[in-house]
């Protein structure tokens, strides 16, 4: 039985102060003298100390993933702990902890949350062997700007698709509400970043971010919401402002509108550092200021600055913070605590628990998971499947890389990886491989053994993309095209044999200027994790149809960043009876349009779509959406079907068409199928200038289709 409301009073009500304000600290397992390492830094160490015994005070330690280490750790902090209190032990395991799926990026390209969930339920077995109670996922920053590196990290543009893939990720690692404190094969979530980091101006990592309230409103707290909704234990602010307050001494939007308008109940945790960056954002003269503005804000956990182990105490004995800001957050963590059953078994089964991490089984799911997360973007010729006997030449820098785990990457090991060479030559009986030794350079000796093995086969195989590390956190790039180098590659291989199959391993959008016009197929790989050779071969060889699709644009060129389908129509659109007109919306130099929109991804099967509508006119209105699908190919294979609105004419501008529904549909080749979706009244509110949620009554287009190009199959009035 966990302990009750009660008990935890009773509990706070025998701490000290000091004992109060350890519990909202948060320290890397370097501060702990029985541990030799630091754990996996993931931010600025700075010059930060906790004296002598009062580590055994401290609430929670972060990036640790060893096993033996979190049980010393734990059992030497049990011993000292003056009232017993457990400590809390949290990671980034974003995509996977010790056996690594795709990135969030690629798991959202599935457009099934099944996914999601199955990955974070997955990690969550994982963790639990290895003694991890919480993760710092799912990060659903809503961005349109491939510019910033954490995109890899997100769900993409569109806040429909975020929001089912927040409430996916939150089950998998929580299971059902309550599940937590006896199901130790599930562990805590924590969704981030509140709110805004995927607005950085430029896409320039920590710049600062300008948005409206209604661009928040409606497109941004979506998934934080469904997270909320679907039980989630922890939230972390944002690094950057929000109305000119960095979002951890933001109290309009921690207290009035996470806590109040949202309902989240449980701790509110800095981002690493955060609370001292209050000083350097200039909003607090000094450590006290930084530490009574964040905790009055709402704050609970403080990430690795000793502000609030510094200053607390201080400021409730001058009464600057009341004492009962700070019983509030240390019974939110102590709440926290008992909700993971920490109060019960301080090592929630890791002791026992074993076998799994890196087993057969969970391999196969991230072999199976990977299938669904790459993107067929271009397939001219058929060119894939691959033929059983065809000749290949596998060239390029991702060739035999295994750096492929992609960043955010816990505890997993490149060493671990199947490499794209490996898995192609297991299956594959003529493979010539011509590794490119760095993702930024091609020496003279490798272009002419690529130049060699490409005359001397059927098809050639082009591994480019990115390093991990170019993306993530603190990994912003102004340009994003493939290297030089890489577009040299495949200029010159083309000349000497066209047909050219190229597996891209990056995460992010990418201009693809040189690359999709030399290729005769694309395959977005993304960074697959530990099975990504497996899970990519599968898909070349036919043995897997490709079925997933884009969740955000690939532009152009980055100059029309942002660029994303749900834009709105401007008092000048481009229309297409007016390109020739000067003044409309449009650049000199480029399109408007992208190179592949959001939503898009090809398939070896040919699927045909078709819908009736029926339209509910009187209270509560409802549109009735039945599709036939058929797959009309030769392959059995997965379509998404996509439904978009389009409402136009609202108390504010509308988008051009919003996602409302999706679903991916498995059939096998030549079977059909009937979906229904049904849209409610909610499907057709939006917020207005006052922040109320309103629907009109007026005009509405709907698109269905297999991605957001999908053409206007009828209007309606409701
Ligand atoms: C980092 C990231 C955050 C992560 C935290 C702990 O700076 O912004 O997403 O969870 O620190 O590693």
Redesign the pocket.
Known sequence: MTKTSKELQALLAKMTINEKVGQLVQVTPSFFEEVEGTG????LMGDYQIRGEDIYEVGSV??SYDKAEIASIQQAYLKKNRLGIPLLF???V?HGMKTIFPIPLALAASFNPEVAEAMASWSAIECQEAGIHLT??P?VDLTKDPRWG?VM?GNGEDSYLDAQMARAFVRGYQGEKGELATNYAKIGS?V??FIG?GLVEAGREYNHVSVSKLDLYQNHLPAFQAAIDEGTTLV?T??NTIDGLPAVGNKPLIDALLRQEMGFKGPVIA????INQLMTHGVAEDQAAAAKLAITSGCDID??TNSYYDNLATLVDSQQVAIEAIDQAVLRVLQLKADLGLFEDPYRGSQTAQGQTLGTTIQTAARQIGHEAMVLLKNEQQVLPLKPTQRLALIGPKATSQDVLGA?CGYGEQKDAISFAEALTAQYEEVTVVPVNAVHELTEIELIQAKQAARDCDVVILALGEEGEETG?AASKTDICLPAAQRKLIQEIQAVNPTIVTVLFNGRPLDLTDVAERSTAILEAWFLGTQAGNSIVDILSGTVNPSGKLPMTFPMTVGQVPIYYNHMNTGNPLTPERQQEKYSSKYLDAPNTPRYPFGYGLSYSEFILTSEITITKEEPVRVDITCQLKNNGAYAGAEVIQVYLRDRVGQVTRPVKELKRFEKVFLEAGEQTTVQFELTAEDFTYYNASLEKVRDTGWYDLFIGTDSSAEKIMDFYL
Do not use: P, Q
């Open positions: 996996i830094v993931t931010g972060l990036g949290m990671a980034d974003i710092f996922s990060m954490r990290e924590c981030k970043h980091y972390m944002a690094f981002d690493w550092g955060a990430m690795m955010w956190e």
